[in-house]
């Protein structure tokens, strides 16, 4: 977010809460139980500061902490619930859920519902039945990976026969698990729930293992993603390093953004070249890519690249198609990219043995690691803190490690990226030694340096 620009951070919320929250915690700070958050806590979006800078704190500087009111909106008995998940896989989905179903059960909810495979379980045309959702059934399910209610793209442009759906089965609240699109949906669902009088609350877990909602410290699966993909590149290494002139690529996700793609290079400690959306390259030419990965070849005799699925669409997709989620359909990168290497290599009959390894869907598919098991149960809680004190049209997320609400409208107004002039990117760049830019015809005022010292 740059300086000049400011967003509301209000949450809205349903009417007024007369209802004393069945879950009993304290007021009192050190009296050793936990404590309700109350609606004057607030985080601070962004942390740094500048010694001498006398700035007064304005609302668009704070979000609202999440986490359990004393006082609440819905009558715990009276509550039906509906979840669904939309998109493509992301490890810790089910995580999600039984953390919701688990949270509202400790409220005195009984009837929760599953929607099946997506905005689409509500469309009558599909005739997809509803799945109870009890403490039972849920209970085993973040051992697997996937998608307990199963998932799909689309539907969510339906909005009408949408909310005719959750009016038909009687839900107060709504949760949505799912990316860009999925929370587009659910705004708009929660617009035409608004025109029509009704008391429903809407809650999004955001989902994206691209790490790209802008203010949230990160996005649940992508812990796993990274540690699944530094498997994969250990397994390119160990071949690239094993024959002539060995060539590991692999692609990752990442349509606009290379958080993955950098975060498995620095975690790996075994890639040479990062290729991401953010940072443009040249091919060919004399600071192209390929002319560094010969030099790389002819002085170390082996190289491992990863390269974000969302690298050179500009230069690839020749015309803009989209899928039904609305997202762009991307041509395939990494089999470009293998084969303009191969070619590459042949014409100046240099033998190289290139693998290329493409783990998308094995990285989708994982069960959570640790670390994004208990972020999935806490963002779960929150999701249904938020909701029982019928606040709506938010999405839970950490921001500087603290469990907020965001307002939909504003956290599906950008995309985060990459800063390449940022740090994530420069420790990216000492981690591979790959050169600053690799770009031809640079500007006389840019600084760039192709010279590093490499180990030996």
Not at 191 to 209: Q, S
Request: charged share 25%; with cysteine; glycine share 8%.
């Amino acid at each position: 977010m740059s300086e000049n620009e400011t967003f509301d951070f209000t949450i809205e919320e349903l009417g007024n809460r007369n209802v004393h929250s069945p879950i009993a915690m304290s007021k009192i700070k050190g009296d050793m139980i936990a404590n309700y958050v109350t609606d004057d806590e607030f985080v601070l979006l962004k942390p740094q500061a500048k010694l001498g800078a006398q700035t007064a704190i304005k609302r668009s500087h704070v979000v609202e902490c999440a986490g359990p009111r004393e006082m609440i909106y819905f009558t715990p008995h009276h509550v039906h619930a509906g979840i669904v998940s939309c998109g493509g896989l992301c490890p810790g989905i089910n995580d999600v859920i039984r953390a919701i179903v688990r949270c509202l059960s400790r409220y005195g909810v009984s009837r929760i519902s599953g929607i099946r495979y997506g905005y689409k379980g509500f469309l009558p045309e599909y005739k997809f039945d509803i799945m109870p959702l009890t403490m039972k059934n849920v209970d085993d399910i973040h051992k697997l990976g996937g998608t307990f209610l199963g998932s799909a793209r689309g539907g969510g442009k339906e909005v009408a026969k949408i909310v005719d759906a959750i009016e038909q089965l009687n839900l107060n609240i709504l949760f949505t698990i799912g990316g860009d699109g999925t929370q587009r949906g659910s705004l708009d669902i929660a617009n035409e729930i608004e025109k029509r009088g009704l008391k429903i609350a809407t809650v999004g877990i955001p989902k994206t293992v691209d790490n790209d909602f802008i203010f949230i410290d990160r996005s649940f699966g992508f812990d796993t993603a990274v540690a699944e993909a530094v498997e994969v590149v250990t397994a390119a290494h160990m071949e690239a390093n094993s024959q002539i002139n060995g060539i590991g690529l692999v692609k990752v996700m990442g349509r606009e953004s290379g958080f993955i793609a950098a975060h498995t290079a620095l975690a790996s400690h075994e890639v040479n070249f990062v290729l991401i959306p953010e940072v443009p390259f040249d091919l060919e030419g004399p600071n192209g890519f390929l002319h560094h990965l010969e030099d790389r070849i002819n002085r170390r005799h082996h190289a491992v690249i990863i390269i974000a699925e969302g690298a050179l669409q500009d230069k690839l997709i020749k015309e803009v198609k989209t899928d039904e989620g609305g997202n762009v359909k991307m041509a395939d990168v990494g089999t470009y990219m293998r084969d303009r290497i191969q070619k590459f290599f042949d014409d100046k009959k240099i033998e190289t043995n290139l693998k290329y390894i493409d783990p998308s869907y094995m990285i989708r598919s994982a069960p959570a690691v640790p670390s994004d098991s208990i972020y999935c149960e806490r963002l779960g809680n929150a999701a249904a803190h938020a909701a029982m004190a019928g606040k709506t049209k938010l999405i839970i997320g950490l921001v500087n490690n603290e469990f907020v609400h965001l307002p939909t409208k504003v956290v599906i107004s950008q995309r985060n990226h990459v800063d390449p002039e940022g740090s994530l990117w420069r420790d990216t760049l000492d981690a591979t030694q790959q050169p600053v830019l690799m770009i031809n015809n640079l500007q006389s005022d840019t600084i760039f340096t192709s010279e590093f010292s490499i180990p030996t």
